[in-house]
Each structure stands twice: as C-alpha cells, then as structure tokens.
C-alpha cells in the first residue's frame, strides 16, 4: 500500500462512470494494487487531450473495502477543453495513468471540535473527513453550501450520514451561508480554542472564512484548507504572458497555467504547492492589458486589489469586459481580443 508525497504512476482502468450533480462526474479508478485513500488524498491523473497531455489533481471522494477502486468527481468547467472535459469523456475500460493517493491536507486528532465546510465540487476534499469524524465520535459538524440543490454532488448521501450534524446553505433557495454567523458560532464557544475547521470551495467563500477567522484572533493554524485551481471569477481563456528582461513572450492556453506555460517556454520558475497557497511562484506585474483572475489564497484581498503581483501557477488574465461566470444576466461570450500580462520574475 502506499500514500505519501512521493508520486508514483500507476497504470489505472476506469472501472465506472456516472453524473452526481448537474457538471458532476464520478468517475471510479481501479488501481492495480490496493491503495491507502487517507481523509484528504487526492490522485494526480494524466490525461490525454488535444493539446497534450495534462496533469490534474482530484480529490478521493472514496474508496472500496479492498482499496483497489478510488471515486474522484469531476465538475465539467465551462467551455472546458482540458482536464474536466477529458475526465468527462472517460468511460468504463479506459486505461490512464494517475498517482497513488497523496496526502497535503491530512485531518487532525485531538481537537475538541471540528467543522467541515464544502463550497460546492469542494465537497470532493472533505466529505471523506466527515466520515472519519463520524467513525471517531468527534463532535463536528458538516456545512455545505451551494448553488443550488441540482449542482450539489452527494448532498442526500451527506445527509443521511450526518443528520443533524450537516447545515445546508443554497443560494437560489435564499439560504446561503453568513460566514460570519459561523464565525462567530465558532469564536463564542468555550472550546473556540481547540477548534479546527476544514474547508475546501470558491477563493471568494474561502477567504471571507480567512479574513473573518482572523479578525476573530482564532487560532490560525486551526484553519486548513484546500482549494482548486479552476475557482476563478472568469472562465479560462488564453491570454499572453511577456517578459521584457528576458525577451519571453508565451501564450497561456486556457486549459494550462501561467507557470506551465512559463516552463514550457524555458523561464526557470520557483514552486512548490501550484495551488495558490504557498506564494512561493509569486511574480511582479509590470503591465497588464486585460484583467486579472487572481485564484490564489496566498495574498490576501487587499494585496490581489493590487494586481501588482500574482501566484503564477493559478492566476490568469481576461479580456477587459469579460462577464464574470456568476453574471447570469450577461450574455455569453467574451470581446474579442487576447489579454497580454507583462511580469518580472525572480
Ligand atoms: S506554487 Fe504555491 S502559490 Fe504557486
């Protein structure tokens, strides 16, 4: 068995599709040796598209008895021509190569007491930790929010497994979440100290948890969280990165990322998570024609208000004038054009 921060690939077959939600895909992997799917693992799966073949962390949603067969689940990205659509387009017998289960966002023991907060496909990270709390007989509490019910995967299975413990937020219902009400839920109880929330969702959703946990002086290290690279404000389009000093100019595809893009393109770039949260692909914005798409949880909003430096393995740029993907009045379709950033490395 193994599970660790080592990738190793593995010829995997697909063993099972099927729709959870509306753009949800489960799709069940079968590894040729039993894995070890920790509370937080996801599996880094290659897959082959038009424009090669790209490399796409999801989380493990499950896994069988016997730890052959993982469910991941896949939200299908708008206009996706990368990851989301080739995992869409994977049926039964398909034969791909992905990772054994990593761990970077393990579940904690000992705290007196734990929320889990899904915003929508970030559901995907955390309902296996509700399920260990369950085991555990932690007091804990599950919260998921989302759009609507439609686009909201395992929500009767949550419910069922939870009961009570699990609060329901949906936004065309009129019930979404007040971040600070449970903050301050949190903040007001005695054990407020000891504990530990978990929470994987929308940047925006995530950092209204941050700043109000914060603010709130409760225990930083008490808040763990992952994210996803495609919860932007704009759907991904191509845009251009320049840098003058190094007379580099690339194009960004939308189904890759600044930093692969920079690689590609032979820029020596520093990283380490490329997910937004270690700041350590963090680049200086010269210029930009266009706006910027930050997806990172490493700044913090102030800093993005900035648009004078980004974390190059998510963030992204759009034409000006863009609608954003939660404008439902706006029509569909971008200006034309190509965004252009300009940027110095260091
Ligand atoms: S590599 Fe960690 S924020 Fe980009």
Not at 52 to 65: H, I, K, N, Q
Not at 204 to 229: H, I, K, S
Not at 253 to 270: I, P, S, Y
Not at 286 to 293: A, I, K, R, V
Request: negative net charge.
């Amino acid at each position: 068995m193994a599970a660790g921060t080592a990738p190793h690939r593995q010829e995997v077959t697909v063993a099972s599709v099927g729709d959870v939600a509306e753009r949800i895909r489960r799709v069940v992997l079968r590894y040729p040796t039993p894995q070890q799917a920790k509370a937080g693992t996801h599996v880094d799966v290659e897959l082959p598209t038009v424009d090669g073949v790209l490399t796409r962390s999801y989380s493990v949603v499950d896994a069988s008895p016997d730890g052959r067969e993982l469910a991941l689940s896949v939200h299908l990205a708008a206009r996706s021509r990368g990851g989301s659509a080739a995992m869409h387009a994977l049926t039964p017998g398909a034969r791909l190569w992905a990772t054994q289960p990593l761990q970077n966002f393990p579940l904690g023991v000992g705290a007196a007491r734990y929320v889990v907060l899904a915003g929508g496909i970030g559901v995907t990270a955390v309902a296996a930790m509700a399920r260990v709390l369950k085991a555990r007989q932690a007091d804990y509490r599950v919260v998921y929010v989302g759009r609507s019910r439609h686009a909201m995967a395992y929500l009767d299975d949550l419910a069922a497994e939870h009961g009570d413990r699990l609060a329901v937020h949906v936004d065309d219902e009129g019930s979404a979440l007040d971040v600070d009400a449970l903050l301050a839920q949190i903040a007001d109880d005695d054990r407020a100290g000891s504990t530990e929330l978990y929470m994987c969702g929308p940047i925006r959703l995530m950092d209204a948890v941050r700043r109000g946990w914060e603010n709130r002086g409760l225990p930083v290290t008490n808040l763990r969280f992952e994210t996803f690279g495609n919860s932007g404000a704009w759907a991904p389009q191509d845009f251009v990165v320049r840098i003058p000093r190094l007379g580099v100019e690339t194009r960004v595809d939308a189904n890759a990322t600044m930093l692969e893009a920079l690689e590609r393109a032979g820029v020596e770039m520093m990283f380490d998570c490329r997910k937004g949260e270690c700041g350590l692909c963090q680049v200086s914005v010269l210029g930009l024609d266009g706006q910027l798409d930050h997806r990172d949880v490493f700044f913090d909003a102030a800093e993005r208000a900035q648009d004078d430096r980004l974390c190059a393995c998510v963030s992204r740029a759009v034409v000006t004038g863009t609608p954003r993907i939660d404008d439902v009045d706006a029509p569909t379709g971008a200006p034309d054009g190509t965004a252009v950033v300009t940027i110095e490395v260091t």
